[in-house]
């Protein structure tokens, strides 16, 4: 049996995409009923970050030890990725030793290779070009609040990032439409507007694109990695933002949400942030459940 990897969120059907949704609901509320789910026990996740991160880390390690199993935190200091071995070699050796391997670095290209030389499945935990175990997260919290998204209008409001992208591939493969609202300049790849058609619309003004929407979605300005370029994203981006006013634009039961970590006063209003019906914290607590759906699909599939 082939070894299925998550490198985007096209590397599942919209059937198993739906199905994993509807298990990580199930993990959720076994997990708050305190009931053991000791389904990998033995098994070792190998994580290996590139990037840092706050709810990467906790989540997928959590989940593993939920599961009964270990994981195994590599970061640039603990590795030879990409510095003193190929890529290609390092997977072979990593996955002769891990059970499943996550990766959260720069290039796309370099989890693609290492899937391709990789004897066990490979999650994608953020590349510069997608991050689909957020989108899992998001997708859930939508379902958990507003039933399901199909037919749904998804505004993103703000840079055309890594975020973004990988919004534009739920659009097709959860069958919602997305509007998209970000400055010239800061637009999502053309090749995946291109091939997601009708179904995503670039605008230039976030109230347009607001109006009609189920669902408002933002990140922060500045990514990681582009730190030197913040005073220009700034002023860029500055009426960029998800706010009561842009809120007051989309339907009246619209939920909004950001994959953290945010700025308040940037691309996030503060009183959004720390309004008592956010679904935001929900959002972030929904990357553990998500991404243990992930990895049980993955390990059995």
Known sequence: MAVR???TLNDLSPEELDQLM????ELKALHKARQPEPQFPNYVLG???EKASTRTRISFEAGMAHFGGHAMFLSPRDTQLGRGEPVEDSARVISSMCDIVMIRTFEHSIIERFAANSSVPVINALTDDFHPCQLLADIQTFIEHRGSIKGKQVAWIGDGNNMCQSYINAACQFDFTLKIACPEGHEPRADLLEQAGDRVEVLRDPAAAAKGSDLLVTDVWASMGQEDEKAERRRALAGYQINRALLDCA???ALYMHCL???RGEEISAD????P???IWDEAENRLHAQKALIEFLLTH
């Open 5 to 7: 990897h998550f490198l």
């Open 22 to 25: 509807q298990r990580a609901i």
């Open 47 to 49: 994580m290996v970050f």
């Open 251 to 253: 339907n009246p039961d």
């Open 261 to 263: 970590p945010a700025k």
């Open 272 to 275: 959004l942030m720390d309004d």
């Open 277 to 279: 019906k956010s679904v």
